[in-house]
């Protein structure tokens, strides 16, 4: 790179006097479309949560949180797309401009850092309502969220001393007093994909431990699905990551990056939001959206049959029809949908207990019936 002055052209290539970012209409659209998505659910989040459930918790603080250094991430990459530089070619930028380029690509990736742990800090708290009450599940918990936070600090920290001094990492004058930041970059998505995983895979293991009918667990692995959204595109920016790390044109190849960077900052809302979203269309359109022992997928168990559609009140009702409580009908409740995880924690009957400690399967004391709501609260 010539700090000295605009960096000269390769052979066949000339300097554009007005150039235009690389995949800026695509970065536009999905910054419009992604902020409006992902804030609209995430107000019917917080609203159903706070007005409708009345379970306003950590959980709701951290992806407020999140919420916040996400829409912060892409306004700094709506700003470099327009004023510092990226997805540019570095010979079409002067000196000035590549000074701001390297300001403003920094400050993304430390706010970008804070957007994602707090993401996963509220997937985190969300998991513990459920699991406080199994030791090792408690324990597994506190030492994935330490670890994000270790590892968010530590990156932030290389990040921004990766110069020293300061100043040097954007002055362009002492190069030489700067490590490289391309590998930061790439650790940070590294740590971000494994982390992502280890999310996804928490609430698999211990749904598979449950002793759930089969379809009933593949529904809420479905469910769960819609956290593999953020594990994809982690691993897909990864990849585009990896070039980077010896391209000498990075300003232009930034804007593929930052693409995947815009729809990962609005998944990780998306995918934390959307699941309060049937609670909240039940509270207002019960009739298009029944609750889960109102739903047509709904079956019976436990003992006895539901009562016959063509029994008439008075039938059910007339002495020759009575019986005594000895000979009463056996209870019947119905079976949860395949895609309520709270209904199936509230039915765990008390004989399942030993269930809840995963694949560890040691018992819970704490657990004298059924795990009910307000054991998770």
């Given at each position: 790179m010539?700090?000295?002055?605009?960096?000269?052209?390769p052979p066949g290539e000339t300097v554009n006097p007005d150039p235009r970012p690389w995949l800026f209409t695509a970065n536009c659209i999905a910054i419009a479309v992604g902020l409006a998505l992902c804030t609209a659910f995430l107000a019917i989040r917080i609203y159903t949560k706070a007005r409708i459930l009345r379970t306003f918790w950590w959980d709701d603080?951290?992806?407020?949180?999140?919420?916040?250094?996400?829409?912060?991430t892409q306004a700094v990459i709506l700003y470099g797309s327009l004023d510092a530089g990226f997805a540019i070619d570095i010979w079409d930028l002067s000196v000035s401009?590549?000074?701001?380029?390297?300001?403003?690509?920094?400050?993304?990736a430390v706010i970008h850092i804070e957007a994602l742990a707090f993401a996963k800090f509220a997937v985190l708290m969300l998991y513990y309502r459920v699991l406080k009450l199994i030791t090792p599940w408690r324990y597994t918990l506190w030492a994935v969220g330490s670890s994000i936070g270790l590892y968010s600090i530590i990156l932030i920290f290389m990040l921004i001393f990766a110069c020293v001094p300061i100043e040097d990492g954007w002055s362009l004058t002492r190069p030489s007093a700067c490590r490289r930041r391309s590998s930061l970059y790439l650790a940070t998505a590294i740590a971000n994909t494994a982390s992502d995983s280890i999310l996804l895979l928490i609430p698999m293991i211990f749904i598979w431990a449950l002793n759930l009918p089969f379809m009933q667990k593949i529904g809420l692995f479905c469910l769960l699905g819609l956290g593999c959204l953020t594990v994809v595109t982690s691993i897909v920016r990864l990849v585009?990551?990896?070039?980077l790390l010896?391209?000498?044109?990075?300003?232009h190849?930034?804007?593929l990056v930052c693409l995947f960077i815009v729809l990962e900052a609005n998944f990780i809302i998306l995918c934390g939001s959307l699941p309060f979203t049937r609670a909240f269309l039940h509270h207002y359109a019960p009739k298009w959206f029944p609750s889960r022992n109102e739903s047509r997928g709904d079956r019976y168990y436990l003992t006895g049959t539901p009562p016959s559609s063509t029994t008439s009140p008075s039938n059910m009702t007339s002495p020759s029809n009575m019986t005594s409580p000895a000979a009463s009908a056996p209870e019947y409740r119905r079976r949860p949908s395949y895609f309520d995880i709270e209904a199936i924690l509230n039915d765990i009957p008390p004989a399942e207990c030993s269930e809840l400690a995963g694949p560890l399967r040691k018992p819970l004391p704490a657990c004298k019936g059924p795990l009910r709501s307000d054991m998770i609260d």
């Open positions: 010539n700090v000295t002055g605009p960096v000269l052209p603080v951290f992806i407020l949180l999140a919420w916040i250094f996400s829409v912060s401009e590549l000074v701001t380029y390297r300001k403003t690509i920094l400050a993304m585009t990551l990896i070039p010896d391209s000498n044109n990075q300003p190849n930034i804007g």
